[in-house]
């Protein structure tokens, strides 16, 4: 069953076929991407999963945003966010941004690295393939973009009220998102897919 | 009768893309992807009944979300309540009409727009629709892809609360609306997560004679 494939979107059958470096085949009938040759990519994905751990680290543990007015300081974490809603009681906006700012990319980097660091140095760990499987159902949840976004809102809107500085947390937190985007974009599941397969059974029934 | 996967009795594993023969239709029933354990279905399991019941759970959602306040600001023994329309006017009126229309694009547009053509395809599914089946899945990408970006509005809001909580000097809370709204966001994106884009291509081959779109073969890109 290895030299055919199905669209992701209308299920139609493909020949896969040898693609150049670089490229990807398009569904006949839909235009939907049916595989890619991405090249050589773990080592890549690897190294920009570890360093995004790091920054995920950092962001959130060293000073975000501080607020100043009228000799008033409001210092706050990645995390303020989430532990302010639940202090004001809205645990549901909490548990929302908790987990697409911060528990999602998290999960995601951990599930990865999980996956990568034991296939390239071929050993054999246990839930490899359920850590691939959660990549994909990770991916959509993880929203650091979007809270980027907010963050730049955020300061247009109160740059008028008061003094806002940026702390090391958020310089760390612009990096983050450059080595998430980069190591989900690099993240070729079918390949890795292969790999796994290759290096033998243990996570098979 | 197009070449699918389904009309050769194959399973596509939505974990990890291996087909592999569905030996049964019947629901009880649950195969496993041989090479990563997910539960195989043909079609996502009821799909359609699974979007509809979203799609109407934030319906019903988007009017408290755009009715109550979404923010409320205190600001010396003054309390201001903002929904997201009063807040949009609120930012062209202070002078930053470039980040009004990023909210208004964000926090009204975005989500409208999902609902509306989330019903449209759940119809064009529901009811056999052979209207211009490829620019529908083009559609449902899009979909899929803006839907993230409606939250922009609930970490503005979690943000401004946790950054301004100066006691009677200025304070900024969050309202119930933004519960509403969030739900309206996680809702649709979940309609759109249980939509399966295939069903729209299988009443194609269930239609009368209807001319097939060209079967050229794509370059790769």
Known sequence: MGDIVACHDCDLIHERRPLPPGSSARCSRCGGVLYRNAGEVLDRCLALSLASLLLLIVANVFPFMDFRIGGMVQESLMSSGVTTLHQEGFDLLALAVGITGILAPALLILCMLWLLLPLRFGWRLPGMALSCRWVSHLEPWSMLEVYLLGVIVSFVKLSGMADLTLGPGSFAFVMLIVTMTGAVSAFDAPQFWRLLDRRGEGDRA | ?221
């Open chain 2, 1 to 221: 009768m197009s070449d699918t996967a389904a009309s050769r009795g194959l399973a596509r594993c939505h974990d990890c893309g291996l087909l592999s023969h569905e030996p049964s239709l019947s629901p009880r029933d649950s195969a496993h992807c041989p090479r990563c354990h997910a539960v195989l279905h043909l079609r996502k399991p009821s799909s359609l009944a699974r979007t509809w019941s979203l799609l109407i759970a934030a319906y019903i959602m988007y009017i408290p979300a755009n009715v109550l306040p979404v923010s409320t600001i205190v600001s010396f023994g003054k309390a201001q309540d903002d929904t997201i329309i009063s807040g949009v006017i609120e930012l062209f009126h202070m002078g930053s009409p470039e980040v009004a229309l990023l909210l208004a694009f964000a926090s009204i547009a975005v989500p409208s727009l999902k609902l509306l053509m989330m019903t449209w395809l759940v119809m064009s599914a529901q009811f056999g629709w052979v209207w211009r089946p490829r620019d529908r899945t083009v559609v449902y990408r899009v979909v899929e892809a803006i839907g993230r970006w409606s939250m922009l509005d609930i970490f503005v809001i979690s943000l401004l609360a946790a950054l301004v909580r100066l006691d009677a000097l200025a304070t900024i809370q969050a309202g119930r609306g933004a519960v509403a709204f969030c739900a309206v966001v996680v809702l649709t994106m979940f309609a759109a997560m249980s939509f399966d884009p295939r069903l729209m291509w299988d009443h194609l081959d269930a239609a009368p004679q209807h001319p097939n779109p060209s079967t050229r073969t794509e370059e790769p890109a």
